[in-house]
């Protein structure tokens, strides 16, 4: 996982088979589904680097959505709401 998270500790939507980065989205998908995937797999193997993991991609996902970091709005100009992150 680490191979697909830039400097700013936000991680790639797509990259290469071989971890190289393709594309970093605005929203925090990627985070917020490492996170589930770190708890569940830390449920398994309980390796506190796993656990630890979980929590640093569920705080990121928490600053882009709560506090709007490390991201630049796609329309500047209307004030609209998305409806995925309430999902």
Excluded: H
Excluded at 65 to 84: H, Q, R
């Amino acid at each position: 996982m680490s191979r697909c998270t830039d400097t700013d500790g936000r991680m790639f939507f797509t990259v290469t088979k071989e971890g190289l980065p393709i594309q970093k989205r605005r929203y925090f998908f990627s985070e917020t589904f490492a996170a589930i995937g770190c708890a569940e797999y830390y449920k398994a193997c309980k390796e506190e680097q796993v656990w630890n993991d979980a929590k640093k991609y569920f705080e990121m996902a928490c600053r882009v959505f709560y506090k709007n970091e490390l991201t630049t709005p796609k329309f500047t100009n209307l004030n609209l709401k998305a409806l995925s992150p309430v999902m």
